[in-house]
């Protein structure tokens, strides 16, 4: 398997600091800190900064605060001037004091303190490390008459490369597709996907694991509840590298016509026991629910399995998908890690459950969903550095299936009720 190439540009050691007289005058750490990240055709990232109270001090802690993953497309357009923007793309850090929103139902003002650009250029492209800045940098100037320098911004640019396999679905996951692996214009079949939810079979050693499957019609079953969905992985010579399988069924909860975060449902991700034939071992497992608002969204929450940990279920992500667009799955320590209350850890690679090391962050996985009752062909991307046999990849296919099918499984139930209740849920 060929990877195509991607860099990743990370931001971090973010720190702010003041000359003693702009603290003085009331500048001081009992403010709060923020910046907004921008790079042209990627989102707006919003991060805390933290205040720097000593002037000789520096920020020691290599956490990332933001990244951003290019490919080759995206530094072409990044090169490219458009024809309203400026000659060069920069990446542009915009360093505010207080933060956006309201208290009490007044809008709370932000105070731009400076801005710190740094031009994209052709170096980006060539694959290798490099530090594009690291260390203090001015970013304003005083409102004193004394032209003293104002602000100092603390960051730590780097560019590593970080290349990936991708990977696509060629059908729905109910039919049971080729996956093909993406190189350029070449489509290579790497696996193929095959999709059941009829009575299990006594002689399938997944009957073990799994909840019993569908009596009689499936559709009359499937506005009860939906169960007994598995899904298994085949390497090209035909042999099940990789499933997954649905242990707690997608119900609707007491109260309501959904699966709600109350009740998840639930699949368990498995791969082949290496010491025992047609056995299978517990790597992950995935949560599914419906959360319900003026926008609907699936929430995935999956788990990585190692009976080397405490409860053996390590928290790897948790994301809500838009119903009705669909969105993005990921593995990634670096986004996680801005959102969660506690650092997630980075598995080393698919089959090394144990190997956890939270100083290996970054992106593991993506995978890329369409949203109900639209034709969903996956499209899934993995980090090279978790993936170091074909078996590796394919657990992550059972996981990216899992996740398709998780958009099928949590919509609403649709029980027929009286026309003067439509509306009423």
């Not at 915009?94 to 052709?122: D, M, N, P, W």
């Not at 640019?157 to 692996?181: A, C, G, N, W």
């Not at 598995?347 to 459950?353: L, N, V």
Request: charged content about 25%.
């Amino acid at each position: 398997m060929d990877p195509q190439a991607f860099i990743r540009l990370s931001i971090g050691s973010l720190g702010l600091r003041f000359p003693m007289a702009t603290v003085n005058n009331g500048k001081s750490g009992t403010s709060s800190y923020s910046c907004e990240i921008r790079l042209r055709g990627f989102p707006v990232q919003i991060v805390s900064i933290p205040f720097v109270s000593s002037p000789e001090a520096a920020p020691d802690s290599p956490t990332i605060a933001s990244s951003f993953y290019l490919e080759k497309a995206d530094l072409k357009a990044l090169l490219t001037p458009g024809c309203f923007y400026a000659p060069h793309a920069c990446l542009e850090i915009i360093v505010y004091t207080g933060r956006k929103g309201s208290h009490c139902g007044v809008g709370a003002k932000r105070q731009q303190i400076g801005t710190f650009k740094l031009e994209v250029s052709s170096e980006w492209g060539e694959g290798k490390p490099a530090i594009l800045h690291s260390g203090w940098k001015g970013i304003g100037k005083s409102k004193q008459e004394t032209g003293k320098p104002g602000a100092e911004l603390h960051l730590r640019v780097k560019l590593d490369p970080d290349p990936r396999y991708v990977f696509q679905f060629e059908e729905e996951t109910k039919l049971s597709p080729q996956i093909v692996q993406l190189q350029g214009n070449i489509r290579q079949p790497i696996f193929s996907c095959k999709f059941t939810r009829d009575r299990q079979s006594q002689a399938d050693p997944l009957s073990a694991y799994g909840s019993s499957s569908l009596d009689g019609s499936s559709q009359e079953a499937d506005r009860r509840e939906r169960k007994g969905w598995k899904v298994k992985i085949h390497d090209l010579s035909g042999s099940a590298v990789a499933a997954a399988f649905i242990t707690t069924p997608f119900v609707p909860s007491t109260g309501c016509d959904w699966v709600a975060r109350s009740n998840p449902g639930a699949w368990l991700i498995v791969r082949p026991d290496a010491c025992r034939p047609d056995s299978w071992l517990p790597w992950g497992k995935l949560e599914a629910w419906r959360e319900r608002g003026m926008r609907d969204s699936i929430c995935c929450r999956f788990h990585l399995l190692s009976e080397g940990q405490e409860g053996g279920e390590l928290l790897m992500s948790e994301i809500l998908v838009n119903a009705e667009k669909g969105g993005e799955f990921y593995i990634d320590t670096d986004r996680q890690v801005r959102a969660a209350a506690t650092p997630l850890p980075s598995p080393q690679s698919s089959g090394d459950f144990a190997a956890l090391s939270p100083a290996v962050g970054g992106f593991v996985m993506s995978c890329r969903v369409q949203g109900e009752g639209k034709s969903s062909k996956p499209l899934v991307q993995l980090a090279m550095r978790h993936v170091t046999c074909v078996e590796d990849a394919a657990i992550f296919m059972a996981l990216a299936a899992a996740v398709d099918l998780s958009m099928e499984a949590c919509r609403p139930f649709r029980r027929r009720i009286r026309r003067s209740n439509r509306n009423s849920w």
